[in-house]
């Protein structure tokens, strides 16, 4: 599968401050990985140097280079924000969700399931929804996922009856 050059990573819900600070729900893995990175891309294509950026009650916390007040920081309230690719470093087996959708879902014995097509975050754990001839939740949970290959766009999964 063809994988984006960028991943979505957050979207500004609020300025902070009054020196241009703004304050980033985060759609990646923790605010600490969205934190570490130099430079986001919004949603207009423009690329924002990153000159600081802190956790806050699960949030981050940055300051943009040209962002130097309350109001520059406004403008920017709504907009969505990517990382590059090439500016991340997954750990081994580690993959980025919006890697495997559209993946397709196959069982142990390699027999066609349907698509994944969306994820559901849950408190216990993310939900794969499956489409095919019926519509599968699947727990993403090694119990029921065996193997995800997001390279292939293959998803193995082990399922239960009434699954």
Do not use: C
Not at 56 to 83: P, Q, S, Y
Not at 101 to 125: H, K, Q, Y
């Amino acid at each position: 599968m063809e994988k984006k050059p960028l991943i979505d990573a957050g979207r500004i819900v609020n300025t902070h401050g009054v020196r241009g600070e703004v304050k980033i729900e985060v759609w990646l893995d923790s605010p600490q990985f969205l934190k570490s990175f130099k430079r986001f891309t919004l949603d207009s294509g423009e690329e924002l140097k990153v000159l600081d950026a802190k956790t806050h009650k699960g949030f981050v916390i940055a300051r943009l280079e040209g962002v130097d007040d309350v109001n520059a920081a406004m403008r920017l309230k709504g907009k969505t924000l990517f990382v590059r690719r090439e500016d991340t470093a997954l750990p081994k087996g580690a993959f980025f969700l919006q890697d495997i959708i559209n993946a397709r879902v196959v069982d142990e014995s390699g027999a066609e399931i349907g698509t994944l097509v969306d994820i559901m975050e849950t408190p216990a754990s993310n939900v794969y929804v499956v489409k095919g001839a019926t519509e599968h939740l699947i727990p993403a949970v090694p119990e029921f996922v065996k193997k995800t290959d997001p390279d292939a766009g293959v998803i193995t999964v082990h399922l239960i009856e009434g699954m």
